[in-house]
């Protein structure tokens, strides 16, 4: 074998070799070791919102901020799989180069937390020294000694050159960046996670979904990058911005969708839309082959613990946008909600905090990927299943004893939990997208009998915040689930109060045939007190469409089957409606003697707030045969009784009586001051139309 020659000099003496050649000679000679100060990747292509958040970064890069108390020396972004962190941290990053903050180099870690084999920090050390250009040979064993090199080579390179950046990817633990800190002041660390990591000391960026107007620019400029004069997002905006809705406005989902697009340029917008939304599974479709939101979600799950994910699972199932720490004890089985396993799951960014404390939410998409992971397993559909029904059970109970309270007069049972009706509305108004919600499982037939009794719960509480929608939905779904029952009381329970509801948004003819619906089924079931609140209801249909003669016979009915059945509550109603009938047909005086007749039924079954009411009916009466003076005395004992219950819709009409009546009696500056009051009472009420009305009413009256 030849010799070798690598530049360095044998030992010759005098021409001659000094002895054979007993192993071959060999010399190295090392040039500087490669870098990779430069290992930034590139933009993602179509980057589009995130302004706020892209500000905060660069303002935490910023090296001139280094030396300032509190500088923030790392940044780590966290959130959802899928949130689009890594797109927003190579954002800042070239953003920062692009104003020269580090001449000293980028270096880039991808540090795969999620993955079964993630990098430890030892091994990301290796990685960053070797970008610094340290011989794989001079970096020594174990964390500690190399972190110690890393920040002795960085801050080297910053006395030669200036500040690094050190973007470390994809973390999912404190302990796989903490050893990254790159020392100095100067140089800067940015983390991503799927997790917060509070442990680091750093600016925590948490980062949500997209707004409606991002996701809607991220889905254009996708299609318009792949062919710019793809106009399908502009030709079809209100299929686009649904389709964001449908995603998430996760920025995974909306790219996904993206491509699935400018795969078939001739399919519409509104296609897409139509098949995710009939589909059992939507991230069945959110998968282009190469990326899926069911993966990204997948990697999360798989790194809960057995408590988390179980817990994670059940809060899929639960109705309504978010849910209140009771809904979550219910949906565990368990005394009080499992807190600890809620902030772990928030840390994970798989649950969000709802509005207010005590509240929860999840991503539409998590919940989506919860279900069908209950979907797919018999077993964990069963403890689904019984969760549901803890659920149902759980708001059947409390609703009842908060309708209970809402109805209660003096000598009636004392409700359940609820000490006064602003407790019973409170709580009815925290969970009141539940309950609308819960109602819906009516559907199927293992809930519907529980469902139905809840939606019974509901109709005064809907009816006295006016959330006349929701009542519709509500009793939609029980008459239907109620007559697939063959329970013709539920069913007819069901149409009559959503004739009320019907009423109160204009559809009156639809009105009159439901509660005539409800009459007959009535009727037919021997129902007699029931029949009786059908007869009244259909009266006030009968009014609001013109048909006063008709209304006084259907409340005259109602009257008499009341005190039949010895109702005397409901009779007091029956007087009420029957007075406004009569007034309507001129027989002014009879209407007072209905109103007086109810007034006093009223105040001798202690329900303070109908015999307030009452007062304001029979103000009308006496104002229409021309006793002013009484009318505003009998408003004004409406507002007095009133006061205590918050009612503002009927505030602001009893104001807005009293100032017609106040001009009637030719005192117009008290007039004024009445409908202003009015106007702010419907506003309270959510009645902007009303409010409206009392306003132009007040500035066209002259001081």
Same mark, same amino acid.
């Not at 002041?185 to 948490?206: E, M, V």
């Not at 098949?275 to 959110?286: I, K, N, P, Q, T």
């Not at 239907?480 to 109160?504: F, K, M, T």
């Given at each position: 074998?030849?010799? #070798?020659?690598?530049?360095?000099? %044998? ?15 060999? +010399?190295? %000679? ?9 290992? =930034? ?18 303002? &935490? ?64 050390? /290796? ?22 090199? +890393? ?24 302990? #796989? ?16 996670? !799927? ?30 990058? &792949? ?55 939507? =991230? ?70 709802? !509005? ?42 409390? &609703? ?24 019973? =509305? ?17 559907? /199927? ?10 939606? %019974?719960?509901?109709? /005064? ?22 007559? !697939? ?114 007034r006093d039924l009223y105040q001798a079954v202690g329900d303070r707030l109908h015999e307030a009411i009452s007062w304001n009916n029979l103000g009308n009466a006496l104002g229409a045969t021309g006793r002013v003076e009484e009318a505003i005395e009998a408003y004004e004992k409406t507002l007095e009784g009133i006061r205590e219950f918050e009612d503002w819709y009927g505030t602001g009409l009893t104001l807005s009586n009293l100032a017609l009546a106040y001009e009637d009696a030719a005192r117009p500056a008290e007039a004024r001051t009445r409908y202003l009051q009015s106007a702010d009472a419907y506003t309270r009420a959510n009645a902007p ?7 132009? !009413? ?6």
């Amino acid at each position: 074998m030849g010799e #070798q020659y690598g530049g360095d000099h %044998q030992d010759f003496r005098g021409g001659e070799f000094n002895g054979p050649f007993t192993a071959k000679a060999e +010399y190295h %000679q090392h040039g500087p070791a490669p870098t990779a100060l430069d290992a =930034l990747p590139p933009k993602v292509a179509g980057f589009t919102g995130r302004g706020d958040q892209l500000g905060e970064l660069l303002g &935490a890069f910023d090296p001139d901020g280094g030396e300032a108390p509190g500088a923030v020396l790392v940044a780590a972004v966290s959130g959802l799989g899928g949130i689009g962190k890594t797109a927003l941290a190579v954002e800042a990053a070239h953003a920062a180069c692009d104003k020269g903050w580090f001449p000293g180099g980028v270096l880039f870690v991808n540090l795969h937390g999620y993955d079964d084999d993630r990098v430890t920090a030892e091994q990301a050390l /290796e990685t960053l020294l070797r970008g610094l250009g340290t011989p794989p040979e001079h970096i020594p064993n174990g964390v500690d000694a190399r972190a110690a090199l +890393y920040r002795s080579v960085l801050a080297a390179r910053e006395r030669e050159l200036g500040a690094v950046l050190v973007l470390a990817d994809n973390a999912s633990a404190a302990e #796989q960046v903490r050893p990254l800190h790159p020392g100095g002041a100067r140089h800067r660390l940015l983390a991503t996670s !799927r997790s917060k990591l509070p442990q680091l000391g750093a600016r925590l960026l948490p980062l949500g979904e997209l707004s409606p107007e991002e996701a809607y620019d991220l889905l254009d400029r996708a299609l318009r990058i &792949a062919a710019p004069g793809d106009a399908r997002v502009a030709n079809e905006s209100e299929a686009a911005a649904e389709l964001a809705l449908l995603c998430g406005h996760l920025p995974l989902a909306l790219q996904i969708a993206a491509a699935l697009l400018v795969l078939d340029r001739d399919k519409p917008v509104a296609e897409l839309v139509l098949e995710l939304a009939e589909s059992g599974d939507r =991230l069945l479709h959110l998968d282009d082959g190469e990326r899926s939101v069911r993966a990204a979600f997948d990697l999360s799950y798989r790194r809960l613990s057995a408590e988390q994910a179980r817990l994670l699972r059940l809060l899929a199932l639960a109705p309504g946008p978010e849910v209140t720490a009771e809904v979550v004890a219910a949906l565990d089985g368990a005394d009080a909600a499992p807190v600890r396993v809620l902030d772990a799951l928030c840390r994970a960014h798989l649950v969000e905090r709802g !509005r207010g404390r005590g509240r929860w939410r999840l991503h539409d998409l998590v919940r989506v990927f919860g279900v069908g992971v209950v979907r797919g397993d018999a077993g964990l559909w069963e403890e689904g299943e019984t969760a549901r029904e803890r659920v149902l059970g759980f708001y059947h109970r409390w &609703a009842d004893a908060a309708d209970g309270r809402l109805r209660w007069l003096p000598g009636m049972p004392e409700p359940e939990r609820f000490v006064d009706r602003a407790g019973a =509305l409170a709580w009815l108004d925290s969970e009141r997208a539940g309950l609308v919600a819960v109602v819906q499982w009516a559907r /199927e037939e293992r809930y519907a009998p529980i469902a139905v009794r809840l939606s %019974q719960c509901l109709g /005064e509480y809907l009816d006295w915040r006016r959330a006349f929608d929701d009542k519709i939905t509500v009793c939609g779904v029980a008459r239907e689930a109620a007559y !697939r029952a063959g329970d013709q009381v539920g069913e007819a329970i069901a149409w009559d109060s959503l004739g009320i509801a019907l009423q109160q948004t204009g559809r009156v003819e639809e009105a009159i045939d439901v509660h005539t619906r409800a009459c007959d089924l009535y009727q037919a079931t021997g129902e007699r007190q029931g029949e009786a609140i059908a007869w009244n209801n259909l009266g006030f249909a009968l009014q609001l469409r013109g048909r006063a003669g008709e209304a006084v016979d259907a409340h005259t009915r109602a009257r008499s089957l009341f005190q039949i059945v010895g109702d005397r509550p409901r009779e007091a109603i029956a007087w009420t409606s029957l007075g406004s009938a009569l007034q309507e047909v001129s027989r002014a005086g009879e209407a007072i003697d209905a109103h007086t007749r109810a007034r006093d039924l009223y105040q001798a079954v202690g329900d303070r707030l109908h015999e307030a009411i009452s007062w304001n009916n029979l103000g009308n009466a006496l104002g229409a045969t021309g006793r002013v003076e009484e009318a505003i005395e009998a408003y004004e004992k409406t507002l007095e009784g009133i006061r205590e219950f918050e009612d503002w819709y009927g505030t602001g009409l009893t104001l807005s009586n009293l100032a017609l009546a106040y001009e009637d009696a030719a005192r117009p500056a008290e007039a004024r001051t009445r409908y202003l009051q009015s106007a702010d009472a419907y506003t309270r009420a959510n009645a902007p139309t009303e409010a409206a009305r009392a306003r132009t !009413r007040a500035e066209a009256i002259t001081p």
